[in-house]
Structures are given as C-alpha cells and as structure tokens.
C-alpha cells in the first residue's frame, strides 16, 4: 500500500509561513531543488488544498518554457504537469493539469486512494495536512528546516489532542544550511491519548 508523506519547509522555531503568509525566507537553491525533484517524481500523486493548487497552477505549467529557468526549475515544471493532483476543496468548480477535485477529507476515501497502485502520495499545505493528521492518515514526515528564525506565524502542526510516536529514518544535511528530517509514523505506538 503506498504511503501518505507531508513535505513542508519550515523555519528553525517551528513555521511553515510567517505572520503575513510569506514564504520569502525559504532557501530553496538548485542543490535542495534538485534533491526535492528527485524525490517528488517518484511520487504517484499530489495532494493539496484549493490555496496550494491555483498558487501552483499559476506559475508551474509553463515555468520551463522561460529561458531564464533553471534546470531544477524546468525540471519540476514537468513533473508537476504530469503528475496526479488531488485538490481538496468545497469552492473549486474546475482544474486543469490532471487534477481531481475532492470535496472533502473522509478517511475511508483516502484509504482507498492509498490502496490503488502507484508512488506514493505528498501531502502539502498546513490546512489540509492538519485534517489528514487529525484523522492518523500521516505515514511519513520529510521536514525541511530552513536556518532562519521568524518569531510568530503559522505552525504546520495543529493541536491534535494526540500524542504521535515517531520514528526517524533519514536526516541529510544541504550546503545551504537547510536540514532535512525524515520520519515515519512508530508501528508500535500509532496513536496514544494525551
């Protein structure tokens, strides 16, 4: 069965995005992107909220075709195209570049998404994510941390009311300082009430 794994940057005090929704502070050069590629094209499908999607459909299905690209640029705007999108909204009417449009979270649909054939399933954006963790549809963890300290904003982790046991499988240090921490939901304490 394929896995479920959330994939998010955040800085070194705990922040997807600061207190203005901005993501200037991310350190993502042509190393990490590259690395991230790497990992993201062996994926089966994308899952993400309505905000996620229209911010990426409004830059990557034509992000190769600028000669000013790079190559990890152009690389990605191929992988996101061909890939498998499942967009979770209540308001979304229609999307284009292979997506499907979910209207809501239901662990029993997501299960069976899970069991179809394929790679498995990056989960991003800290909204959607908080309602696949709230319901323990989590398996993997790839957090990227960014040397940097905001100070406020907007944690990717909700207060579930669960205590989530962790196990870690990977870390990978990147010449630009960011830090990558792999971890993978503990078979023997899944879920253990606070």
């Given at each position: 069965m394929r896995k479920i794994i959330m994939q998010m940057s955040v800085s070194l005090d705990g922040y997807f995005e600061g207190p203005d929704r901005?993501?200037?502070?991310h350190l993502v050069d042509e190393e990490l992107h590259l690395h991230m590629n790497e990992g993201l094209k062996a994926m089966g499908g994308f899952l993400s909220g309505r905000v996620g999607h229209e911010l990426m459909a409004a830059y990557w299905p034509t992000a190769d075709a600028d000669p000013q690209s790079s190559p990890?640029?152009?690389?990605?705007?191929?992988?996101?195209?061909?890939?498998?999108?499942?967009?979770y909204s209540r308001t979304l009417e229609r999307a284009d570049w292979n997506t499907t449009i979910v209207r809501d979270v239901v662990a029993e649909e997501v299960r069976e998404l899970k069991a179809r054939p394929g790679g498995d399933l990056v989960l991003g954006g800290a909204d959607l994510a908080a309602s696949f963790l709230r319901l323990g549809l989590v398996d993997e963890f790839r957090i990227y941390v960014h040397p940097v300290l905001l100070g406020r904003g907007r944690t990717p982790f909700p207060d579930a009311g669960t205590l989530t046991a962790l196990r870690r499988t990977g870390t990978r240090t990147f010449g630009n300082g960011v830090v990558l921490l792999q971890y993978e939901r503990a078979e023997a304490q899944a879920d253990v009430r606070r």
């Open positions: 901005e993501i200037d502070w990890a640029v152009a690389e990605f705007a191929g992988i996101w195209r061909d890939m498998p999108k499942y967009v």
